[in-house]
């Protein structure tokens, strides 16, 4: 028999499903992501720590779990909701179910909701905090719980995704018949600043040459004084991006002496250090398909997204130039230094299982630390 789970919300709704993955009682901030496929790599990224994920595609699981589309070294949402589960997978990759692979690792599910109900009242409230529950719990005692749940900007949450000790990446693209091919560059060298980076950004950066040195957001400065890398990188990361000052103060100091790129949180720390300000989206960015216009070129990429917060267009300085915008809602997608070898990116170009339309971003930053290390 399948186990009764409840989720529910701070406005006082509620949805009665049937629990997945691990049992017990999770809570966070609400979001929904469109895409399609990737599920795992959505489940792993550390962007999402602190949330509950909705899908809006309504069968998940089909393909199971494998061990290499990892995003991470585990799942990080705080908990799973999805319209209709299999338990059943068909993969000549998969090695475990979605079910299993939630349960190994502590993860609450529920499924059998109307998602495009929760999906349509999440865009019409905005982010929602919520609780999902295996629990004999009553929906007013589950709702009271929902209320409870702190707002994620005041949680220190890249302390729970970053590294704690700097390490060499060596993995680079994986290809059909071999898997992840082992690469180890040795210039340019690129510190990336771990404030919750995934896996296929360093294996990007490490597929276009680039010898790759992972540090913690609290080692960052020290590291860059004392080894000199030829290139700074900002990773995504939960969070509200006001709070990781160490970040902002590291772009701040080393702007116009070795190139700057961000993605993601790494974007809005970059147009924090410049002078720019930040908000908090109504209901963020979370998919495989939202579309971004570069405006230098006229070129539409198709993207992939996870944020929630973006920066104000009105609040950057004069230097700063907007590079790219997203055409659903004209947010900043993109922004440049007009003098100094800084830019950064909302959206992930380094995205798996794709869109891979913004590839090109890696190359161009691994070549402009190539010509700054000469």
Excluded at 102 to 124: C, H, P, Y
Excluded at 285 to 304: R, Y
Aim: proline fraction near 5%; aromatic fraction near 10%; charged fraction near 25%.
């Amino acid at each position: 028999m399948k186990k009764k789970a409840i989720l529910a919300l701070e406005d006082g709704t509620y949805f009665l499903g049937y629990s997945f993955g691990a049992e017990g009682e999770t809570q966070g901030e609400l979001v929904f992501n469109t895409s399609m496929t990737g599920y795992q790599e959505i489940l792993t990224d550390p962007s999402y720590r602190g949330q509950i994920v909705v899908m809006t595609y309504t069968q998940i699981g089909n393909y199971g779990v494998n061990e290499e589309d990892l995003e991470s070294g585990k799942v990080q949402v705080n908990g799973f909701v999805v319209k209709e589960v299999f338990f059943r997978y068909s993969n000549w990759r998969a090695t475990k179910s979605l079910d299993e692979y939630l349960k190994e690792n502590g993860v609450v599910g529920i499924a059998g909701i109307d998602t495009r109900a929760l999906v349509k009242k999440i865009r019409e409230h905005g982010v929602i905090r919520g609780v999902i529950s295996t629990n004999n719990i009553t929906p007013e005692e589950a709702v009271k719980k929902a209320r409870q749940v702190p707002d994620i900007s005041e949680l220190d949450l890249i302390q729970e995704v970053s590294t704690r000790e700097s390490y060499l990446w060596k993995q680079g693209e994986w290809r059909l018949s071999e898997g992840y091919i082992e690469t180890e560059g040795e210039k340019p060298t690129v510190a990336v600043v771990d404030f919750g980076v995934k896996f296929n950004i360093l294996r990007r950066l490490a597929s276009e040459g680039a010898k790759v040195v992972v540090v913690p957001p609290e080692e960052a400065f020290d590291f860059a004084k004392k080894e000199r890398p030829d290139a700074l990188f900002l990773s995504n990361g939960p969070g509200d991006p006001q709070r990781v000052v160490e970040g902002i103060r590291l772009v701040r100091e080393f702007a116009g002496k070795i190139p700057i790129l961000g993605i993601c949180l790494g974007c809005q720390i970059v147009g924090l250090a410049l002078g720019g300000r930040t908000y908090k989206l109504k209901f963020g960015h979370h998919g495989g398909n939202h579309p971004v216009k570069d405006l230098k070129t006229g070129k539409v990429e198709i993207t992939a997204q996870n944020h929630n917060f973006a920066i104000d267009p009105d609040s950057l300085p004069s230097e700063v130039e907007i590079t790219h915008i997203n055409l659903l809602d004209e947010t900043v997608e993109g922004i440049r230094h007009k003098e100094l070898p800084i830019f950064a990116v909302q959206y992930h170009p380094e995205n798996s299982p794709g869109p891979h339309d913004s590839y090109y971003l890696f190359k161009a930053f691994v070549d402009m630390a190539k010509r700054a290390g000469q």
